[in-house]
């Protein structure tokens, strides 16, 4: 299905949540959004009767036949969730503040917006005028609260973003059973302490899915001396993560993404609507894709198959999203795509085992082609576009007729050009 780009009326912002300046914590660097200049204002009174065109990509509606997330609990770890936004009503399930600033009202107060953006890709329900919706719409949101914004003043006053704060909103999210933990901030610290949350988290049968972070050039070197834009993210690499970068409206990988080993997945991260502390709608990250939204649709997509499967791990969660994402080589990740762009619905109807490219089931089922990585590839080589791979097939058999009468020569350049084509696996399915 062709992405379609949906346009609210004219003069609706368009503010742009980066991982931009770099906070400190415990004598580490720790990337956190921040809003950038607006050209408008996004109101309580906001409506804009789009749908989301992420959902579009992802599979929403073949997904929802299966499953619409309830039953599963979303903690998202960040600058809290403003519970009065009306997509939010009867979605969150607590909030925890660990900010300690008197402003957090229990993790139901956002005076940054981040965390209330995030929580409405996941989980916002329909309202009367608006086309904001989760992509796990019947999902709940435990807000955890870890930094009140990443201006100047909380920075001096130590309520910015800090590693140390993150690991225990990891920890207390595990702790109160929270299947799925979003998490839009990175470090380029391998910090001990967020490395042991995460491994809690794991244990407690928790997936954490982490950003992979952005190179927006307002990111700086750590304080471990990191390669700058390039290096691995924390907690995205840490073992058990499910790692997130960001593509564009048209499925493209780009340079506005850190790309590396610690990326698992993509999901798109452009032109993101979804809710805001305000109380109305608005779009996000309008001029480049940033990993913050990314990472909260694959959480989404991570809450659609803990819905549905319930009795497995974290692990098979991972494997399920992975070995079903659409990517240019079926049996290969990259560090651009890591196993491509989530599909949800795919991921929902996979049957695990061998005759599966990709990765290793975690359950021992080898799969039929190892996985391997690519290296040295620029982030906008790719273009993983389930449509343009349809219209290329689509095609293809219409050339059918002429390659039965043209000989064996010409077959075998049309097989060769179909394997070239094909985005993925070829995948069981449900009913469609």
Known sequence: MRPRIRRGAAGIVTILLALGATLTGAGTALASPRAAPTTGQCTAETRLAATPPALDQLQSTSAWTVTRGAGVVVAVVD??????????????????????????????????????????????????????????????????????????????????????????????????????????????SDDPGLRAAVAYATAAGSLVVASAGNSNGDYAVGANGANGVNGVRYPANDPGVLGVTAVNTAGQATSASIHGPHIAVAAPGQNVLTSSSLGGDCVYASDAPATSFSTGYAAAAAALVAGAYPNEKPAQWIYRLEASAVRPSAGVRDNQLGWGIVQPYDALTLIPGAGVPGPIDPDGKEAAVSARTTQGVSPLQHQVLPEAAARQIAGLAGLTAAILVSGIAVIGLYLRRRRAVQPGPRLSRAAE
């Open 79 to 188: 600058s809290g969730v403003a519970a009065n936004n009306p997509h939010l009503a009867g979605a969150i399930a607590g909030g925890i503040d660990l900010v300690g600033d008197g402003m957090g009202q229990g993790g139901y107060a956002d005076l940054d917006g981040h965390g209330t953006a995030i929580a409405g890709e996941i989980a916002a329900r329909r309202i009367g005028g608006s086309g904001v919706l989760g992509l796990a719409p019947d999902a709940r949101i435990l807000s955890v609260r870890v930094f009140s914004s990443t201006g100047d003043q909380a920075k001096r006053a130590g309520t910015g973003p800090s590693i140390a704060r993150l690991a225990e909103g990891i920890r207390v999210a595990a702790a109160a059973r929270a299947q799925i933990i979003n998490v839009s901030l990175s470090t380029d």
